[in-house]
């Protein structure tokens, strides 16, 4: 697949920092599992949006077991559950022109720039335009708000649409089912803001990121998925900040010995609230010092005190189920409650079924009150966070009580 040098993707990167583009010149990015997996998410929506009229080809769900040719990936039943949410969400909005995997023009932005949108729909009556961009990934919860990514998406659709008729409103959408509560998020702006963020901010950031003195510019958000992260003396620095200027703040109680943090329970209020935000870079960091130096030490190079051990073994598992299946069978003459487990299936098992309509709608209604969940613990989260803050009781407890 051709990319831009200055692909949608990485423009949360390169529009904070413009240098990354010429330090990552020449870097050929090999994929990852997880890459490969989003690939396969995307050509079974693919496929089940252009299977059929309108949107209306086949359900990801009936597709379990399909090997997708461009990966060799098998679809399972996590990968179809997630894509069907997707394609269920996609299926349901208004309908109006609509465009699939449309490759859309960058050009009157960043030189040579094309992206790929998942999904677009042009309702002309009312002069809306919505782009959908589905993300397959779990780790990290994405958000369309000011998504710059999405926003290059959206300019490059609302062109095409504006030659059809007028646009006035963008929604800009993304369906990540298997991250936070699964539930897909849209980000409402105007044609009129996409274009003067295309105009003041895409386009003078895609020239500086092609000049030959871009400056490099260090942060969590752009180094985070920096591909040269790793060579990167800006980001060594930036980290050595956080951790040593951030670090060394905390070190003002006089039984710290040298080289040993401050015991959590000993932080103030202000010094928790200095440190809260640079955690996940900081494990982050730690994660890929451990990787680094294990992968210095499988090359050959030589850490002191350290060497690299085989991990903890996977599950056991049989070589050939089939071969097994009849040895239990035909030799040990096992019986079938022997040999095989079973159990009841999960409520989003029978979702599934219910959407396919093996449960009818009013069984399905009917079996809600059979249905419960665990709450989930408290989660410390930072305060622009949108859910509600918990109600914390306290009880007064009286020296001696306890
Ligand atoms: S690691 Fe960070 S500072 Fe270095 S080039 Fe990449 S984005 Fe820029």
Not at 22 to 38: F, I, P
Not at 98 to 113: F, H, K, N, R, S
Not at 219 to 244: D, L
Request: glycine share 10%; charged share 20%; net charge negative.
């Amino acid at each position: 697949m051709a990319h831009a040098k200055l692909s949608p993707s990485a423009s949360p990167r390169w529009l904070r920092c413009p240098g990354s583009v010429r330090l990552s010149e020449g870097y050929v990015d090999a994929g990852n599992k997880y890459t490969e997996e989003g690939t396969t998410g995307h050509e079974l929506a693919r496929t089940c949006l252009t299977g059929g009229p309108d949107l209306q080809g086949p359900q990801p769900t009936s597709l379990v077991g399909m090997v997708i040719p461009s990966t060799g990936w098998e679809v399972d039943e996590e990968m179809a559950g997630a894509v069907q949410v997707y394609t269920d969400y996609v299926r349901a909005l208004p309908p109006g022109i609509t465009w699939v995997e449309e490759q859309v023009d960058l050009t009157t932005w960043i030189p040579d720039g094309f992206g790929t949108v998942d999904m677009g729909r042009c309702i002309v009556e009312v002069g809306e335009l919505h782009v959908v961009d589905y993300k397959h990934g779990r780790g990290v919860l994405v958000s369309p708000e000011e998504n710059e990514q999405l926003m290059c998406y959206g300019l490059g659709l609302l062109e095409v649409a504006e030659m059809i008729g007028p646009v006035s409103t963008v929604h800009l959408h993304i369906v990540q089912p298997r991250a936070g509560d699964g539930e897909p998020k849209v980000w409402t702006t105007t044609a009129e803001e996409l274009h003067r963020w295309g105009d003041e901010v895409l386009r003078p950031g895609a020239e500086l990121a092609l000049s030959p003195d871009a400056p490099v510019v260090p942060g969590e958000k752009q180094c985070r998925w920096c591909p040269v992260r790793g060579g990167c003396a800006a980001y060594a620095v930036f980290m050595a900040g956080v951790i040593g200027g951030r670090f060394s703040e905390l070190v003002v109680f006089e039984d710290i010995r040298e080289n040993v943090l401050p015991d959590p329970e000993l932080l103030t209020p202000e010094q928790l609230a200095a440190v809260l935000p640079h955690l996940d870079a900081l494990q982050r960091w730690a994660s890929e010092v451990q990787s680094f130096a294990a992968e210095q030490i499988m090359g050959g190079a030589t850490i002191p005190g350290w060497k690299v051990v085989a991990g903890r073994a996977g599950p056991r598992k049989w070589v050939d189920g089939a071969i097994v299946e009849v040895i239990l069978r035909d030799t040990y003459r096992l019986n079938k409650d022997q040999m095989y487990d079973h159990k009841l299936i999960s409520p989003t098992t029978a979702e599934k079924l219910a959407k396919a309509g093996t449960i009818g709608p009013q069984q399905w209604k009917d079996m809600q009150a059979h249905i419960t969940r665990t709450q989930g613990g408290p989660a410390l989260a930072p305060e622009s966070d949108r859910r509600k803050a918990l109600t914390v009781q306290f009880e007064a407890i009286e020296n001696g009580d306890q």
